[in-house]
């Protein structure tokens, strides 16, 4: 290890430093390594400089030999004798989308016009939607909807569909294998925890014992999403809300279906002109490191942010209330 003078950190492998501990995102494998927060300088500040040059500092050299053969372990990075040929990953957040994302919800009181509301999703290049249904639909009828994405900019969807015996495995798997954007199905309500992949199209079936809303805004580590493009939005942009789109049961245009602020009607409004508007993006520019709490965590270019729900309402910086996780006790309560 002597004759080794750098370390090199894969560009995919990204530190995070939080408050009492540190972290390294491996953007390529999804996963993530708890690291001190020394470790955290040692690859940041001092990243340029040689191994020798970084013990003489740290006067520590069997725990910087330590550190670099975990990292070399979990296959992070390699030693080096130059960094000259890898310059740092570009990290800067490009989308052609107005809108990334939507959510539609449906009930038995919504008057929605699809075919007009695909269009106008497609309109600002939306590539993902999800909707939610708050009653039952039969599924002929639900695949008359989905039928009329076929022209649409739409990647994927997402339906959520209250439980009914009729959406038993057979005909929902089908239903998958015949509408290939439809990538997850999640039947709520359910009286017992099931789920099925499909592997022909990648798509799932799931059936949950929780409601609708029940999990919505809630932070736990099997919701964190570790990955280049979610690191990318969250140094700049608000993770949940940016480039996002809701139209609610009753039509209306809002950030988030949990938000009281409305923006218009699908039905009467032009759906370009509303999410190009400075009063429906400005929540878009909140990211992690504006937020109290989150700025000191570890997780948050991994964690989806809240705005709906916060620990206080006067305060739109304020910690999302549903998240129960202390950065500076390290402790999930």
């Not at 609610?248 to 509303?274: E, W, Y």
């Not at 965590?297 to 989806?304: G, L, N, Q, S």
Request: hydrophobic share 35%; with cysteine; aromatic share 14%.
């Amino acid at each position: 290890m002597k004759k080794i003078r750098f370390f090199y950190l894969y560009a995919c492998c990204i530190p995070v430093k939080g408050t009492e501990r540190s972290l390294i995102m491996d953007t390529q494998r999804n996963n993530f390594y708890f690291i001190p927060n020394v470790l955290f300088e040692i690859l940041t500040k001092h990243r340029t400089k040689s191994i020798s040059k970084i013990k003489k500092i740290y006067h520590e050299e069997q725990a910087i030999d330590d550190f670099f053969d975990f990292l070399i372990e979990k296959e992070c990075g390699l030693f080096m004798n130059t960094l000259g040929s890898f310059p740092q990953m570009d990290l800067d957040y490009q989308c052609p989308s107005l809108i990334t994302n939507a959510i539609i919800e449906t009930d038995r009181n919504s008057q929605h016009n699809y075919a007009s509301m695909f269009t106008q999703l497609s309109n600002v290049n939306c590539l993902a939607i999800e909707m939610r249904f708050y009653d039952f639909i039969a599924l002929q009828d639900l695949k008359k909807i989905v039928d009329q994405t076929y022209d649409s900019t739409f990647r994927s969807i997402n339906i959520f569909l209250p439980y009914s015996a009729t959406y038993e495995q057979d005909a929902m798997k089908k239903f998958l294998l015949q509408n290939v954007r439809v990538q997850h199905v999640i039947i709520y309500d359910a009286p017992q925890f099931s789920f099925m992949m499909e592997e022909q199209n990648s798509s799932c079936l799931e059936y949950v014992a929780h409601t609708m809303d029940e999990k919505c805004g809630y932070v736990s580590p099997k919701y964190f999403r570790v990955n280049r493009e979610m690191f990318c939005e969250s140094i700049k942009w608000n993770n949940c809300l940016n480039r996002k789109v809701s139209i609610c049961k009753d039509g209306s245009i809002r950030n988030c279906p949990a938000m009281a602020q409305q923006f218009g009607n699908i039905a009467t409004c032009d759906l370009k002109h509303v999410v190009t508007q400075k009063a429906f993006t400005k929540l878009w520019n909140i990211n992690k490191n504006k937020i109290m709490v989150c700025r000191d965590c570890e997780f948050r270019y991994m964690c989806h942010d809240c705005r709906a729900f916060i620990t206080d309402s006067n305060n739109i910086y304020s910690k999302p209330l549903h998240c129960k996780y202390n950065p500076y006790e390290t402790i999930w309560s």
